[in-house]
C-alpha cells in the first residue's frame, strides 16, 4: 500500500475504523495482508521560507517518521525516490529549485550524492528500506529538460546514479524502475531495451508499473503486456501504483473549500464510462478479483504483487494535491483540493470498505499449493490418515502410501528453497510442477531422490482448481 500522505491527514484530524472500532491505520492494513508500504520522498517540497507544498509535503523528515512506524510494524518499506521538489510524473519531471542549473554532469553527481546521504540517514534511523525506486513514472525521463525523452542517454545516467548509490549504501534492497500506462506495450519495449540494451543502465531487480483502469487501457492490455515483457526482460515486475474507485458521490463537505477553491474527484464521469466497473463498493471489490488475476497469471511467478495509491488520503479539511504556494511553484492555475478520495480503500469517514477483505482473502496459485503442503504437513502430526483421505476425496491411496508420502515430505520442510513456482528444491530432490493449460489445476511430480541419484519412487499430486481452492487428489507411489 501506498500511504504517502498519511502524516499529514492524521495531523488534520483523519481517523480510521475497522468495523466500527477506530484503529491504527497501518495496524488496519496489516490485518488486511498488507506486507509492504510504498512512501515518496520529495526534495524539498517548501518555499524558501518553510511554507509547504502539501499533498503530504513529504521531505526528508516526514518520511522518516512514517518510515519508523512502517518498520516497527513488521512491515516492508519501498522507498520512492521522485528527485524532484513536487509531483514528478510523465506530465512534469522539474529539476529541484537547488539543482535548476545543473547540467548533465551535474545532476548525475547530485543524484547520487542525494541518494546516498537519504539512504544513509534512513538506515542510520532504523528505517531501512527493503525496496528502493528511483525516479517516478519516468515514461518520459527525469530532470527535465536534460533527461528528457529522446534523451535515452541521459536518462540511463542518471537513474544509474541513483542505483550505484543504493547498491553502495544497501545491498539487499530490491531495486525498482517504474513507469506508468501499465496497458503500453509498446511503451514498454521501446524504454527498457533503449535503458538495458542500447545505454547500458546499471543493472536492477523490478520492473515498477502504474495501471489505472480509467487511463492505462484494460486489464486485457495490462495482462499482455506483463506476460510479454516478463518474458522479454526477466525482472520481477510490481504494480507499483493503482486504484479503483468505490462512489461518485461527492465530498465537498468533508474538505470545506468552496467550489471555485476546490478540484474535484479525479475520475469524472467522462472517465467513469471507459471502466467496465461500476464506481461502487461491489464495483471495487470485482476490479480487484480480476486484476489480482492479472497479476497472478504473469509467467514464472514473475507478477510479485501490487501497491494500491494512496489506500487511507481521506478528504480532511487542509489537505489536496497543492497548496497556493505550490501551484506558484509550479506556475500553475489550479484549484486545489483531494482529487482522490473516492478511490481509497476507505470511505469518507475513514471506515474500511470491502476491497480491502478481497485483498486479504486472496490467495495466488502457488500459495494456495503451499497451503495444501502445511495442511498435509498437519496431517502427519496429528496422525488423521482417513480424515486427510476422506476430505480429498481420493480412493487412490492407500493410508500407507499416504504415511509414506507425508514422511517424506515432512523431512523436506527444513530445506525446502522456493526458486520458481514451477520448481521446487529439497536438497538434492525436486517436486516439479506442470499447470494445466485451461486454468482447471496443475499436476505435481514429487520426485524422491537419494544423493542426487533418482530413486525409484514418485509422488504425484493432482489439483483440480474449484473457483475458491484446489481439491488435492493423491495417488499411491509407484515404480517410474
Known amino acids: 500500500m501506498d500511504i504517502s500522505s498519511l502524516d499529514e491527514v492524521e495531523r488534520l484530524g483523519a481517523k480510521y475504523y475497522d468495523k466500527g472500532e477506530r484503529k491504527d491505520l497501518i495496524e488496519i492494513l496489516k490485518s488486511y495482508g498488507t506486507n509492504y508500504i510504498r512512501l515518496r520522498l520529495w526534495n524539498d517540497p517548501q518555499t524558501p521560507d518553510g511554507k509547504p507544498y502539501g499533498a503530504g509535503n513529504t521531505d526528508y523528515d516526514t518520511t522518516l517518521r512514517m518510515a519508523k512506524r512502517v518498520k516497527a510494524a513488521g512491515l516492508g518499506f519501498l522507498l520512492d525516490f521522485h528527485y524532484s521538489d513536487f509531483w514528478a510524473d510523465p506530465g512534469k519531471q522539474r529539476k529541484p529549485k537547488a539543482w535548476a542549473d545543473y547540467g548533465a554532469d551535474e545532476l548525475e553527481k547530485a543524484v547520487y550524492e542525494f541518494t546516498k546521504e537519504k539512504m544513509n540517514g534512513f538506515i542510520n534511523e532504523g528505517a531501512v528500506p ?68 542500447v545505454n547500458k543502465g546499471e543493472d536492477f531487480d523490478i520492473i515498477g508499473m502504474s495501471y489505472y483502469p480509467f487511463w492505462h487501457g484494460t486489464l486485457e492490455d495490462l495482462e499482455y503486456n506483463m506476460n510479454d515483457i516478463a518474458k522479454r526482460f526477466g525482472k520481477e515486475l510490481v504494480i507499483a501504483e493503482v486504484s479503483m474507485g468505490f462512489t461518485t458521490e461527492d465530498y465537498a463537505e468533508y474538505e470545506k473549500l468552496s467550489p471555485e477553491n476546490r478540484k474535484g474527484m ?29 497479476i497472478e497469471n504473469v ?31 509550479i506556475k500553475e492555475k489550479g484549484p486545489c483540493g483531494n482529487e482522490w478520495a473516492n478511490q481509497a480503500l476507505f470511505d469518507y469517514d475513514g471506515n474500511a470498505l470491502p476491497a480491502l477483505e478481497v485483498i486479504r482473502e486472496y490467495k495466488p496459485r502457488y500459495d494456495r499449493f503451499v497451503s495444501f503442503i502445511e495442511r498435509t504437513l498437519a496431517v502427519l502430526a496429528e496422525e488423521r490418515y482417513d480424515d486427510f483421505i476422506a476430505m480429498y476425496g481420493s480412493s487412490r491411496i492407500s493410508k500407507d502410501g499416504l504415511i509414506l508420502a507425508l514422511r517424506y515430505l515432512d523431512s523436506c520442510r527444513p530445506v525446502l528453497k522456493i526458486d520458481n513456482p514451477l520448481e521446487i528444491k529439497c536438497d538434492s530432490r525436486r517436486i516439479y510442477i506442470a499447470e494445466y493449460q485451461d486454468g482447471s ?34 495417488e499411491d507411489l509407484h515404480a517410474l
Open 130 to 197: 527493503d525496496m528502493v525506486q528511483v525516479g517516478n513514472e519516468v515514461t518520459n525521463g527525469l530532470l527535465w529538460p536534460e533527461g528528457q525523452v529522446p534523451n535515452y542517454a541521459n536518462i540511463a545516467r542518471f537513474i544509474s546514479a541513483g542505483i550505484r548509490a543504493v547498491k553502495e549504501t544497501c545491498p539487499s534492497a530490491k531495486i525498482m524502475i517504474h513507469l506508468d500506462n501499465g496497458g503500453n506495450n509498446e511503451l514498454y519495449k521501446k524504454w527498457f531495451d533503449e535503458y538495458i540494451n
Open 266 to 294: 479525479a475520475t469524472k464521469p467522462a472517465l467513469c464510462e471507459k471502466v467496465p466497473f461500476p464506481m461502487t463498493k461491489e464495483g471495487q471489490c470485482d476490479f480487484m478479483k480480476a486484476f489480482l488475476k492479472v
Open 299 to 329: 509467467p514464472e511467478n514473475k507478477g510479485r504483487g501490487f501497491f494500491y495509491w494512496e489506500a487511507g488520503w481521506l478528504p480532511v479539511a487542509g489537505s489536496g494535491w497543492a497548496t497556493d504556494e505550490a501551484l506558484a511553484y
Open 441 to 474: 489445476g496443475c499436476h505435481i511430480d514429487y520426485d524422491l531422490t537419494t544423493d542426487g541419484q533418482p530413486n525409484d519412487l514418485t509422488v504425484q499430486v493432482e489439483l483440480l482448481n474449484q473457483g475458491e481452492g484446489y481439491r488435492a487428489v493423491l
